[in-house]
T-cell receptor, first 110, second 113 residues
Framework: ELKVEQNPLFLSMQEGKNYTIYCNYSTTSDRLYWYRQDPGKSLESLFVLLSNGAVKQEGRLMASLDTKARLSTLHITAAVHDLSATYFCAVDGGNEKLTFGTGTRLTIIP | KAGVTQTPRYLIKTRGQQVTLSCSPISGHRSVSWYQQTPGQGLQFLFEYFSETQRNKGNFPGRFSGRQFSNSRSEMNVSTLELGDSALYLC????????????FGPGTRLTVT
């Protein structure tokens, strides 16, 4: 059974700082997704990572995938308040079945 | 392009009742997946339909069922509701090719009393 672990679960960081969220998964997969969820809202797609070594960047967020290590990272550069949200990684175990990590609740402190 | 729509957005039911939730995917998307989100269990996969066929199913009891119509719209049914079924139910649509991401609807907030 595919298991997906994210850490940290909670992250408070000051504006302007950099940090990384980690996503580890237990079985082979070459499809990993990052989503953002604001309180009381649905999930917003951030990145689709489809191969080993894939790197995607959008604004202050950059995601990467290492399928050999079964690890994806979401790096936040020079955080701003608007990035406060819960971030989920999700691994495709086959046939569109996504297994989600526990989520990382990110709070950016002015 | 319209996004994924779900109805109703909020629902309050009594234990033992049944409920049907509806999801309309993005035009052109043939895959619809359902997820349950709770504070305790997080986001869990329920099932996925592609061209009216269930392709995958999560580890939920048989009280949870679904179907997909020829226009790709999907419904999810929960019978004999339990208090633990209170959750945000999210549906997601995609092209179903495992290349493109799933787009999520706003969710249906179900409260069982």
């Amino acid at each position: 059974e595919l298991k997906v672990e994210q850490n940290p679960l909670f992250l408070s960081m000051q504006e302007g700082k950099n940090y990384t969220i980690y996503c580890n998964y237990s079985t082979t997969s070459d499809r990993l997704y990052w989503y953002r969820q604001d309180p009381g809202k649905s999930l917003e797609s951030l990145f689709v990572l489809l191969s080993n070594g894939a790197v995607k960047q959008e604004g202050r967020l950059m995601a990467s995938l290492d399928t050999k290590a079964r690890l994806s990272t979401l790096h936040i550069t020079a955080a701003v308040h608007d990035l406060s949200a819960t971030y989920f990684c999700a691994v495709d175990g086959g046939n569109e079945k996504l297994t989600f990590g526990t989520g990382t609740r990110l709070t950016i402190i002015p | 392009k319209a996004g994924v729509t779900q109805t109703p957005r909020y629902l309050i039911k009594t234990r033992g009742q049944q409920v049907t939730l509806s999801c309309s995917p993005i035009s052109g998307h043939r895959s619809v997946s359902w997820y349950q989100q709770t504070p305790g269990q997080g986001l869990q996969f329920l099932f996925e339909y592609f061209s009216e066929t269930q392709r995958n199913k999560g580890n939920f009891p048989g009280r949870f069922s679904g179907r997909q119509f020829s226009n790709s719209r999907s419904e999810m049914n929960v019978s004999t509701l339990e208090l633990g079924d209170s959750a945000l139910y999210l549906c997601a649509s995609s092209l179903g090719d495992r290349v493109h991401e799933q787009y999520f609807g706003p969710g249906t907030r179900l409260t069982v009393t």
